[in-house]
């Protein structure tokens, strides 16, 4: 059974930055695409990155582009969202999620997912 699990959340104030990580098991991790997403009150989940198996190819929202960096250590079954110059907007519940396919920005393509991580931005 694959688990995955966030960490990383918390309260930061606005231009502040957060890294999350998110580590997979029961799988072989390289051969996963990881995603994160994430889901404001009253919203719908949305996609903010996806890296490829090998690292190699990345896509960001066009919200979080230049702000995040998605990576990934494949030695340490690890994918990680490094979160810069945040904004009150990017607060909500962070989700990582594995796909067995190849990488994808919607999340009804991904197979697991974690319980998520809360970000919380204040102004």
């Known amino acids: 059974q694959v688990q995955v699990v966030e960490s990383g959340g918390g309260l930061v104030q606005a231009g502040g930055s957060l890294r999350l990580s998110c580590v997979v098991s029961g799988r072989t991790y390289s051969t996963l695409a990881m995603g994160w997403f994430r889901q404001a009150p009253g919203k719908q989940r949305e996609f903010v990155a996806v890296i490829s198996r090998d690292g190699r190819f990345k896509d960001y929202d066009d919200f979080v582009e230049g702000r995040f960096t998605i990576s990934r250590d494949n030695a340490k079954n690890t994918v990680y969202l490094q979160m810069n110059s945040l904004k009150p907007e990017d607060t909500g519940r962070y989700y990582c999620?594995?796909?067995?396919?190849?990488?994808?920005?919607?999340?009804?393509?991904?197979?697991?997912w974690g319980q998520g991580t809360q970000v919380t931005v204040s102004s």
């Open positions: 999620a594995a796909d067995a396919g190849a990488m994808s920005i919607s999340a009804q393509a991904y197979d697991y």
